[in-house]
């Protein structure tokens, strides 16, 4: 990014802790079992049971991932019966937006993880899905090489000089 003669380089900043929007998503959604309730949602389990027997979380760690993505606004209870109480649970536009993470999650798995895939999706056009990342703006494919990084709003930041080559 030049700016009147400066290079903001992020490898190039103070050692601390990045302010990130990764961790931040993380840290609702990086849990164990977090990602495989979504999953199980957006397959269209949405009874505790269900997600509990699908995932083989414990009831305990569940309840613990359903509260915590309910509380982030990912994951909306429904009530289905009155007596004795049970709910649903459902994926709000913000759990529904998570879709192209699992994919890509999947796509990878498949390739890295597993000998076999244990689940293939199929799109509407009857070929399985795969998560490539492009630019809204252009469409052209997003990969490491094809993007920088620079420091959001609020950060401070080291500005080096293009011209000399020296912090400042």
Same mark, same amino acid.
């Given at each position: ?29 990086? =849990? ?45 209870? $429904? !009530? ?5 109480? $049970? ?8 759990? !529904? =937006? ?7 999650? !999947? ?8 000998? =076999?895939?244990?689940? !293939? ?23 490491? =090489? ?13 500005? $080096? ?8």
């Amino acid at each position: 990014m030049a700016e009147h003669g400066t290079e903001i380089v992020m490898a190039e900043q103070p050692l601390r802790v990045r302010p990130c929007s990764i961790a931040a998503a993380l840290g609702i959604v990086g =849990e164990r079992w977090s990602l495989q309730a979504i999953r199980e949602m957006g397959y269209g389990v949405h009874r505790f049971a269900r997600i509990a027997a699908y995932t083989g979380a414990s009831r305990d760690m569940l309840a613990d991932r359903l509260r915590k993505l309910e509380n982030a606004g990912l994951v909306e209870r $429904r !009530q289905y019966s009155e007596h004795p109480p $049970r709910f649903e649970y459902h994926l709000t536009q913000a759990g !529904q =937006e998570l879709f192209p993470v699992l994919l890509a999650l !999947q796509d990878w798995g498949n390739t890295w993880a597993v000998a =076999e895939p244990a689940v !293939q999706l199929v799109h509407d056009c009857g070929h399985p899905p795969h998560a490539v990342p492009t630019c809204r703006h252009c469409g052209a494919p997003v990969t490491p =090489e094809s993007v920088t990084a620079f420091p959001g709003r609020g950060v401070s930041v080291v500005r $080096r000089d293009d011209s000399d080559g020296t912090s400042g």
